[in-house]
């Protein structure tokens, strides 16, 4: 069922808000236990409450916006007012936040109920949601496997019918491979599509605030209903075209581009299966043109200096004074800072500063991290040339299948499974990954990648392919 259907039933009385608030929780209540997809959940009273008062508007018959009674889960490094803000750190363990981030604003405008938080990995650094405190995030596919990360517990959340709609966030691939893992849709904007306003910075020229769905209609609902231009955030614009509840474009004419190079750089081969029939059966409604994409394998090495160096300035507000938590046992100013991170971070984080501190120190600087920016130009450059003969491009969302929880991988061995990702984020595109099939019941996502600011087009073309391959 869609956001629309449901909205349907509110209003015919077939189904209300309430009803159907009960029916989440006692979901929530059955699998939460196994899947830990939750950091923080609203009080019941309060949600039902809520869910009473939507209940009674649907039923006056005055109009009602887009989202109204409709639960919504957020990532716990995106502000929710009263809620904690933990970013699954032992460092904001205490921390409530005083306010809104910009999209959570716009969510309960448009009259969502913000259900509660969802787990990821510390300060959205990982790739499978099990570096927290709060523990790993299970995947509802598969109870032993990782759901992806960081926004797993978004996707788990979604996944396992908890919520129809979660918000994640996306700086290197963290929408749109947990999505994959989980089977269902993650939107990844154009860069400055949504505000990032209240949204715990960890690579401020990669971040974006994303959705996970069940469907690309509910997907495309959600971002329309969060992007736009806000005076809080400097890098944000104008880039959605739609009414949040208009039908998508068609896709008459849309030329679709298959990436040349994936043999070279090939997924796990269950995956590349799926990958043939997937563009096999796309090549029945669309012209798949071969596009060269030559430097997206340095993707990798380009985005690992230059997201720790901005995740080493923006982390250093953490010091045990401006927020939350601090150790006591110390003397000095110094050493409470000291122990305070030492503590509060944990270790794939304090990695991540090491290594941004390093490569943007004094005589390493051009060595690194200008060497990183400009391999993230080539790699711009490399999807302009691409987008000259295409409007949209295939490439699948990650070479490998959602692994085992607690699978021992050297951390560079995680960070390669972000290849197809990463190249977005560092052009600042927009891309969707959709389910394309599966191997042995672990599902296979592919994304769909646009020119920047056509995020419009990219869903209406996942859209109709989604219709194709499922
Ligand atoms: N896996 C990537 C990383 O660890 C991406 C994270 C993200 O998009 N937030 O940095």
Redo the contacts with the bound molecule.
């Keep these: 069922m869609t956001i629309k259907q449901l909205r349907q039933k509110f209003l015919s009385g077939d189904m209300t808000p309430l009803e159907y608030m009960e029916r989440i929780l006692e979901i929530i209540r059955e699998k939460e236990r196994e899947i830990n997809a939750f950091t923080h959940l609203d009080k019941t009273d309060t949600l039902l409450k809520e869910a009473e008062i939507w209940t009674r508007r649907y039923k006056s018959g005055e109009d009602l916006p887009p989202l109204a009674g409709i639960p919504v889960a957020i990532k716990d490094n995106i502000a929710v007012k009263d809620m904690p803000l933990t970013c699954a750190s032992k460092i904001l363990q205490e921390f409530i936040s005083p306010y809104d981030a910009t999209a959570v604003k716009k969510l309960k405008e448009a009259g969502a109920i913000i259900i509660g938080k969802t787990n990821l ?1 510390e300060f ?4 499978t949601t099990e570096y927290s405190i709060f523990g790993p995030t299970h995947n509802p596919v598969d109870l032993e496997r990782v759901p992806g ?2 926004s797993g517990g978004s996707a788990a959340a979604v996944a396992a019918d908890m919520v129809p709609v979660a918000l994640g ?6 929408v749109r491979q947990p999505a994959s893992f989980t089977d269902t849709v993650g939107i990844k904007p154009s860069y400055g599509m949504v505000s990032r306003y209240g949204l715990v910075a ?1 690579a401020s020229s990669l971040d974006q605030i994303g959705v996970l769905a069940r469907n690309v209609e509910d997907a495309v609902l959600v971002a329309r209903v969060i992007a736009g231009k806000d005076r809080y955030d400097a890098t944000s614009r104008e880039l959605t075209v739609k009414g949040v509840l208009e039908s998508l474009d068609t896709v008459d004419g849309i030329k679709i581009g298959v990436w040349k190079e994936l043999n070279e750089h090939p997924a796990e081969e269950g995956i590349m299966t799926v990958w043939d029939e997937a563009i096999m059966k796309a090549s029945k409604e669309f012209p798949m043109i071969p596009v060269s994409l030559p430097d997206i394998a340095s993707g990798i090495a380009s985005y690992y200096l230059i ?1 720790p160096a901005e995740a080493s300035a923006n982390l250093a507000r953490y010091d045990g004074v401006r927020y939350a938590w601090r150790v006591l046992d110390a003397s000095t100013y110094k050493e409470m800072v000291k122990k305070t991170r030492t503590i509060g971070f944990g270790k794939e984080v304090k990695r991540r500063i090491m290594i941004g501190t390093f490569a943007l120190s004094a005589g390493y600087q051009d060595a690194f991290y200008k060497k990183a920016v400009a391999m993230k130009y080539k790699i711009m450059k490399n999807f302009e040339e691409a987008f000259k003969q295409v409007d949209v491009i295939l490439v699948p969302t990650s070479p490998k299948l959602p692994w085992k929880i607690g699978e021992k991988m050297a951390p560079s061995e995680v960070y390669k499974a ?1 290849l197809y990702t990463i190249p977005v984020n560092l052009a600042g595109l927009p891309a969707i990954s959709i389910p394309a099939g599966y191997v042995d019941n672990l599902p296979v996502g592919i994304q769909v990648i646009g020119r920047y600011g056509e995020d419009e087009k990219v869903w209406a073309v996942a859209d109709k392919l989604l219709s194709l391959w499922r």
């Design positions: 990995d959205a650094m990982g790739s990360g960081s966030s996306d700086t290197g691939g963290s960890f997201a972000d």
